[in-house]
């Protein structure tokens, strides 16, 4: 499976279009992450608590995982279209491990926050989440394109039955109604099993 990356050129041009929500306390750290985001370009803006959905719009999302701050479960809003997801931790142990885990994160940035690093890690980061988004749309077409093959067979094998005809020949009776409907030879498959469960079963 080859999945089309972006280049690092083509990523860092990105950066200054990208629209990121900081999930971070008002303090220190918090304000030395706004800054290094808008000296890079990004449109940043802070929030906390983190929210429980994941805002619309934004690109990137920054989040401080802490011990004593439950985290969002985004599982539900996590698409092909779903940002870039990066924690910010403070410290290690068994318990900030597995709450970034359940964030499933493409990155993650040492606390406290220093200038040099976080250019590097938004760009991987963001070329992670993208690799990811290709692989996604490229599985969901293999899935769907396989699901047709099947359907063909099947219409096919209905058609042998109900005309008694041969294989090549129902294929045919397949294609040439796809052909006048103006659809696909899988669309037109998929309708005649339809028809075949509402009928026969």
Known sequence: MVVQKNTTSELLRSLRTLSVAAFHPAD??????LRQLRRIGC????????APRLPEGADVVFIAV????AVPNWSEDRDARA????????????TIVDMVVKLEVHGIVASPIR???????????????????AMTRQVQRLESKLAGVRHVAEAKAILMRARNVSEPDAYQ????QAMAKRTTVEHMAYAIVSANDILFR
């Open 115 to 133: 200038p040099f690093g976080l250019l590097s890690a938004l760009v991987v980061a963001r070329q992670i989440r993208n690799s990811r988004a």
């Open 83 to 94: 940002p870039t997801i990066i924690a910010i931790v403070n410290y290690e142990n068994p």
């Open 173 to 176: 009776i397949i294609r040439d």
């Open 66 to 69: 802490r011990p004593d701050t």
């Open 28 to 33: 220190e750290d918090g304000e030395e992450l």
């Open 43 to 50: 449109h940043a803006q802070a929030f906390w608590p983190p």
